[in-house]
């Protein structure tokens, strides 16, 4: 699995679009990049999945520049609902031994 | 909801003690994972299986076992449990392996050792 680098935390507030990074340097030619949404006592949720450019669904946007060395998850308008642990995977493949979802960046939204 | 169904919800049970964790996959999908959830360790891999046969571990305990059935619905037996056990198990499956994989989790298993 691709090291991804992701904060630790983010703050927001209601209506305001959200952007997390992620760094993922090493990342493979075949690698897919995945986020998933995490709430407290959930298991995670599949939001996103892209390989280059532009991905874009009814709940966010992933944007990976053509190097493909970092992505962005974009939420716009979040909502206190979307206060959750973001995690940014990259090259998942328990075949090759890659199955880690790290630590995940924790978003606040506040009212 | 995912259709990934975990049952119990929650287990409470004393050190020493087995336990089984079972998880229904989704319709059609042939992978699932177990993985362990502590407040101090985050998501850690436990084992993969595929259509009935082991396909990887990580950070599996002696202790613990899993298997898939012939159905398809896998289940997590954890064995001579200790305090350091506590911790919410999520099951997840998937439908193709790969690269492009998304899992799917159940809404897991709290345990509690006592």
């Known amino acids: 699995l ?9 703050d927001s507030y209601e209506g305001q679009e959200v952007n997390i990074t992620c760094s993922h340097n090493n990342i493979a030619t ?4 995945t986020w998933y ?6 298991g995670p949720r599949f939001i996103i999945q892209g ?40 090259g998942f493949n328990t075949n090759a031994g890659k199955s880690t979802f790290g630590d995940g960046t924790t978003l606040t939204v506040k009212p | 909801d995912s259709g990934v169904t975990q049952t119990p919800k929650h287990l409470i049970t004393a050190t020493g003690q087995r336990v089984t964790l079972r998880c229904s996959p989704r319709s059609g999908d042939l992978s699932v994972y ?27 305990l002696e202790r613990f076992s899993a298997q898939q059935f012939p159905d398809l619905h896998s289940e997590l037996n954890l064995s001579s ?11 997840a499956s998937s439908r193709r392996t790969g ?5 799917f989790f159940g809404s897991g298993t709290q345990l509690s050792v006592l």
């Open chain 1, 2 to 10: 691709a090291k991804t680098t992701q904060p630790i935390s983010m």
């Open chain 1, 30 to 33: 075949n690698d897919y990049i």
């Open chain 1, 37 to 42: 949404q995490q709430f407290p006592s959930q």
């Open chain 1, 51 to 90: 390989y280059k450019t532009k991905v874009t669904n009814e709940v966010a946007s992933l944007f990976i520049p053509a190097d493909r060395k970092s992505s962005t998850l974009s939420l716009p308008r979040v909502s206190l609902s979307d206060t959750a642990v973001y995690y940014c995977l990259v």
């Open chain 2, 34 to 60: 177990w993985y362990q959830q502590s407040l101090d360790q985050g998501l850690q891999f436990l084992i993969h299986y595929y259509n009935g046969e082991e396909r990887a571990k990580g950070n599996i």
């Open chain 2, 81 to 91: 449990l200790e305090l350091g056990d506590s911790a919410l198990y999520f099951c």
């Open chain 2, 99 to 103: 690269e492009r994989e998304k899992l």
